[in-house]
Protein backbone atom coordinates (compact mmCIF):
# COMPACT_ATOMS: atom_id res chain seq x y z
CA UNK A 1 0.00 0.00 0.00
CA UNK A 2 1.74 3.39 -0.90
CA UNK A 3 1.43 6.21 1.93
CA UNK A 4 1.83 9.44 1.07
CA UNK A 5 5.36 10.77 2.56
CA UNK A 6 3.79 14.46 3.36
CA UNK A 7 0.80 13.41 5.39
CA UNK A 8 1.82 9.98 7.17
CA UNK A 9 -0.18 9.21 9.97
CA UNK A 10 0.22 8.50 14.00
CA UNK A 11 0.49 5.11 13.60
CA UNK A 12 3.36 5.51 10.51
CA UNK A 13 5.20 8.19 12.36
CA UNK A 14 4.93 5.90 15.79
CA UNK A 15 6.61 2.71 14.05
CA UNK A 16 9.42 4.60 12.29
CA UNK A 17 10.06 6.08 15.86
CA UNK A 18 10.61 2.78 17.66
CA UNK A 19 13.87 1.24 17.51
CA UNK A 20 13.95 -1.20 14.69
CA UNK A 21 17.20 -2.58 12.95
CA UNK A 22 16.04 -2.15 9.10
CA UNK A 23 17.68 -2.30 5.45
CA UNK A 24 19.04 -0.24 3.12
CA UNK A 25 18.70 -1.03 -0.79
CA UNK A 26 21.31 0.64 -3.14
CA UNK A 27 22.40 -0.26 -6.63
CA UNK A 28 25.79 -1.73 -8.02
CA UNK A 29 27.74 -0.22 -10.58
CA UNK A 30 26.50 -3.59 -12.54
CA UNK A 31 22.93 -3.00 -11.80
CA UNK A 32 22.23 -5.32 -9.24
CA UNK A 33 21.10 -4.52 -6.09
CA UNK A 34 23.23 -4.60 -2.60
CA UNK A 35 21.20 -5.01 0.56
CA UNK A 36 22.92 -4.47 3.97
CA UNK A 37 21.53 -3.91 7.35
CA UNK A 38 21.54 -0.45 8.78
CA UNK A 39 19.69 1.88 12.03
CA UNK A 40 18.27 5.02 10.07
CA UNK A 41 16.77 7.57 11.34
CA UNK A 42 13.50 9.70 9.77
CA UNK A 43 12.75 13.32 9.76
CA UNK A 44 9.09 13.71 9.36
CA UNK A 45 9.88 18.10 8.85
CA UNK A 46 12.35 16.99 5.64
CA UNK A 47 10.97 14.39 4.96
CA UNK A 48 14.64 12.86 5.08
CA UNK A 49 16.02 9.04 6.24
CA UNK A 50 19.34 9.38 7.19
CA UNK A 51 21.80 6.70 8.53
CA UNK A 52 25.46 7.46 9.65
CA UNK A 53 28.11 4.79 7.94
CA UNK A 54 32.00 5.13 7.47
CA UNK A 55 33.33 6.63 4.57
CA UNK A 56 34.08 4.66 1.64
CA UNK A 57 31.68 1.43 2.43
CA UNK A 58 30.24 -0.27 -0.46
CA UNK A 59 26.75 1.84 0.21
CA UNK A 60 28.68 5.39 0.12
CA UNK A 61 30.62 3.94 -3.20
CA UNK A 62 27.12 2.72 -4.61
CA UNK A 63 25.27 6.10 -3.90
CA UNK A 64 28.30 8.05 -5.26
CA UNK A 65 28.55 5.97 -8.80
CA UNK A 66 24.58 6.09 -9.07
CA UNK A 67 25.40 10.41 -9.25
CA UNK A 68 28.24 10.62 -10.72
CA UNK A 69 27.35 12.25 -14.02
CA UNK A 70 23.79 11.63 -14.42
CA UNK A 71 20.19 11.11 -11.97
CA UNK A 72 20.66 11.07 -8.06
CA UNK A 73 21.40 7.58 -7.22
CA UNK A 74 17.79 5.85 -5.87
CA UNK A 75 18.17 3.71 -2.52
CA UNK A 76 15.30 2.02 0.05
CA UNK A 77 15.77 1.95 3.46
CA UNK A 78 13.03 -0.64 5.17
CA UNK A 79 12.39 -2.32 8.79
CA UNK A 80 9.31 -4.71 9.40
CA UNK A 81 8.00 -6.01 12.29
CA UNK A 82 5.33 -8.75 12.47
CA UNK A 83 2.75 -7.02 9.97
CA UNK A 84 4.26 -3.86 10.03
CA UNK A 85 6.32 -2.83 7.22
CA UNK A 86 7.57 0.12 5.81
CA UNK A 87 9.70 1.06 2.56
CA UNK A 88 11.29 4.39 2.38
CA UNK A 89 12.11 5.18 -1.31
CA UNK A 90 14.18 8.55 -2.78
CA UNK A 91 17.33 9.94 -4.47
CA UNK A 92 20.21 9.80 -2.15
CA UNK A 93 23.29 11.60 -1.42
CA UNK A 94 26.55 11.23 0.56
CA UNK A 95 26.55 13.99 3.05
CA UNK A 96 30.23 14.94 4.35
CA UNK A 97 29.60 18.19 6.10
CA UNK A 98 30.00 18.60 9.70
CA UNK A 99 26.54 19.41 10.79
CA UNK A 100 24.86 17.51 8.55
CA UNK A 101 26.83 14.56 10.23
CA UNK A 102 26.45 16.08 13.55
CA UNK A 103 22.14 15.83 13.33
CA UNK A 104 22.54 12.50 11.97
CA UNK A 105 24.57 11.21 15.06
CA UNK A 106 22.32 13.13 17.05
CA UNK A 107 19.07 11.88 15.49
CA UNK A 108 20.81 8.19 15.54
CA UNK A 109 21.40 8.38 19.25
CA UNK A 110 17.93 9.38 20.09
CA UNK A 111 16.62 6.54 18.39
CA UNK A 112 19.08 4.10 19.29
CA UNK A 113 22.40 4.96 20.94
CA UNK A 114 25.00 7.44 20.75
CA UNK A 115 27.50 5.91 18.37
CA UNK A 116 31.13 5.72 19.00
CA UNK A 117 33.76 8.16 17.84
CA UNK A 118 34.25 7.24 13.74
CA UNK A 119 36.77 10.25 12.30
CA UNK A 120 35.48 8.40 8.70
CA UNK A 121 31.81 9.09 9.49
CA UNK A 122 29.48 10.25 6.76
CA UNK A 123 26.25 10.46 6.46
CA UNK A 124 23.65 9.44 3.63
CA UNK A 125 20.53 11.39 3.08
CA UNK A 126 17.08 9.47 1.05
CA UNK A 127 14.83 12.42 -0.09
CA UNK A 128 11.60 10.12 0.45
CA UNK A 129 9.26 10.66 -2.60
CA UNK A 130 8.03 6.96 -2.28
CA UNK A 131 6.88 4.94 0.78
CA UNK A 132 5.01 1.51 0.27
CA UNK A 133 3.60 -0.27 3.26
CA UNK A 134 1.78 -0.71 5.82
CA UNK A 135 2.08 0.54 9.81
CA UNK A 136 -0.85 -0.32 11.77
CA UNK A 137 -1.42 -3.94 13.03
CA UNK A 138 -5.18 -4.36 11.91
Given amino acids: MGLDPRALDEAALA????????TLTTTRPDGSPHVCAIAFTWD?????ARLITSDGSTKVRN?????A?????????AQ????????????????RDPDAI??????????FKV???NPHRVAIEIAVDRILGRAATS
Avoid: C, I, N, Y
Fill in 44 to 48: DDAKL
Fill in 115 to 117: PSE
Fill in 15 to 22: FLAERHVG
Fill in 69 to 77: GGPAARAVV
Fill in 102 to 111: SEAVRRHGQR
Fill in 80 to 95: VDGPRWLALEGPARVV
Fill in 63 to 67: VEAGT
